[in-house]
């Protein structure tokens, strides 16, 4: 495969940029693998590229029912954050960040990381306490943080509604480091990092059935004919209860709810951060894309669906919490609006872990926050089947958390999905 | 926009309703072992396809109902009270 690099891009400019390689091959399935990925998004496809990479590991294939970046890869609002709180959570999701760091350089594909900063919102003094308490928790892990008083906020972001907001700002709780990437690059570039280390990426390739002895898998039916696996790992969010049940494994701790995202026309720079409040019944995530499309997105559509189309009152909400905060927008024009299917979880928090089946590892429950943890989601998960024990971050993300009571609710909204937003 | 039918009221936007969840659990009894409890609390099944689930007509008669309805195309197949009693209250009604 031919590497992106200054040379390259000067030497394919003689023949019209017409000598590249494919980004990535498009092989027949083999009859049997040592692992099969099921889910070629960005979960499943960094999982490939770490087991390769960390791993050695070889005879890996990544089963993908549609297209690479056809799913939740294509379907969020780019944002990469770790501003998390609890134990297990927040080690995970500052690995991911840093991980994100380094990860252009790391794929040799340009994820377009920018730290621009996520910039949270508070309107009253006990959401000023509250994020206080949370962002001091970790300042004391190590991951930066800071408060904004009013002043700074309105030297940094001026066009916020600090006038006559039914819920006057007060500040903000900033993490720098924190802020989006490119969603496409981030899978396409997994895509062609785990293929040029041997992994076979088959596309369009749905898994229609899973053959099972007592407790553990032999092959998966796809689309694309029989294969066997020794290992199999599903990262399939969105639609594991599906497959789950494919294998004859029952119920989850997960519902599968949409998600909608908007996007405008584009316009000159507005907004340089990643802007996020939520009060009063709103809920709103607001930043500006590199060509200059207004990105945003807000609450679910609050009943359980598999529907990959959104709901009309929720365009409503989102178009208001945006004028409530950014009167400014009031004349945009949205140009697309989707929704994609994610697990939520019982606690708001993921599954990496073991299951009943000894050759079958699950990688689920993302809920709102699939993308910043992409990178590390497949590292540890990567790690799980590698080594069969779960890394110390990920040992409490598993499915008897909730019988041992070690639920990991990080917005304590108890065990109703929806509320996990 | 769903359009729920409420037994009690008529066809109404979902707007109006908020969602409950699966309407197919039931609860063990009190003394029943912690697993029973973790699986009817916290396990689903999640269904892709027709499934039963409750909605409370919130901004309206506020009764329980118990909707089925597919997950996939959204389309409602049925709709009545939840609790026997009030189911049979609006059966009178109509």
Redesign the interface.
């Known amino acids: 495969m031919t590497r992106f690099n200054a040379w390259n891009v000067f030497k394919n400019g003689f023949t019209g940029q017409k000598s590249w390689d494919r980004q990535w091959r498009d092989p027949e399935p083999k009859k049997e693998y040592d692992i099969i990925i099921v889910g070629g998004g960005l979960h499943g496809l960094a999982t490939a590229y770490y087991l390769a990479k960390n791993h050695n590991k070889k005879n890996i294939a990544v089963l993908e029912k549609g297209w690479i970046g056809g799913g939740n890869a294509g379907r969020n609002t780019t944002i990469v954050r770790s501003n998390y709180m609890m134990p297990g959570n927040h080690e995970f999701y500052e690995h991911s960040l840093k991980l994100w760091e380094n990860l252009s350089h790391d794929l040799n594909y340009n994820v377009m990381f920018s730290q621009r900063a996520h910039v949270s919102l508070f309107h009253s003094p006990g959401a000023r306490d509250g994020a206080a308490r949370r962002y001091n928790i970790m300042r004391l892990h190590g991951t930066d943080a800071e408060l904004w008083d009013l002043g700074t906020l309105k030297k940094n972001i001026p066009h916020l509604n600090y006038e006559d907001a039914r819920f006057p700002i007060m500040g903000a709780a900033v993490q720098r480091r924190a802020g989006n990437a490119r969603h496409d690059s981030a899978v396409w570039g997994y895509a062609r990092a785990a293929d040029s280390l041997g992994v076979d990426i088959l596309q369009n390739c749905e898994v229609t059935g899973v053959k099972r002895s007592q407790n553990n898998i032999e092959s998966l039916d796809t689309s694309r004919g029989t294969i066997k696996a020794k290992k199999v790992g599903f990262a399939v969010a969105g639609h594991t209860s599906v497959l789950w049940q494919m294998a004859g494994l029952g119920n989850l701790p997960i519902e599968s709810h949409k998600l909608q995202a908007f996007v405008t026309e584009s316009i000159k720079p507005l907004l340089d951060h990643v802007v996020v409040y939520g009060v009063g019944g709103a809920h709103f995530y607001i930043s500006q894309s590199d060509k200059g499309s207004m990105v945003f997105g807000g609450d679910l559509d609050w009943y359980k669906s598999y529907a990959q189309r959104g709901n009309l009152p929720i365009v409503q909400d989102s178009a208001e919490a945006a004028m409530a905060i950014m009167p400014c927008l009031g004349r945009i024009r949205l140009l697309r609006h989707w929704a994609g299917v994610m697990d939520m979880s019982m606690d708001g928090s993921f599954f990496i872990c073991k299951t009943p089946l000894s050759n079958l590892y699950l990688n689920a429950g993302w809920n709102y926050g699939g993308f910043k943890a992409s990178p590390a989601s497949g590292w540890y998960f990567a790690d799980l089947i590698a080594n069969e024990q779960p890394h110390k971050h990920v040992q409490n993300h598993n499915l008897e958390r909730f019988e041992k009571g070690i639920n990991i609710d990080e917005r304590g909204a108890g065990p109703d999905p929806k509320l996990h937003g | 926009?769903?359009r729920i039918k409420c037994p009690y009221c008529g066809e109404r936007?979902?707007?109006e309703f908020?969602?409950g969840?699966?309407a197919s659990i039931k609860y063990p009894a009190l003394d029943a072992p912690?697993?029973e409890w973790?699986?009817a609390?916290?396990?689903?099944?999640?269904i892709?396809g027709m499934?039963k689930?409750t909605w409370h007509h919130t901004n309206g008669c506020r009764l329980w109902l118990e909707v089925e309805r597919s997950?996939?195309?959204?389309e409602i197949k049925s709709v009545k009270a939840c609790h026997p009693q009030i189911e049979n209250i609006t059966k009178n009604k109509s």
């Open positions: 926009m769903i936007d979902h707007s908020t969602y969840g699966d912690e697993s973790t699986k609390i916290f396990f689903r099944e999640n892709r499934q689930e997950t996939i195309t959204h």
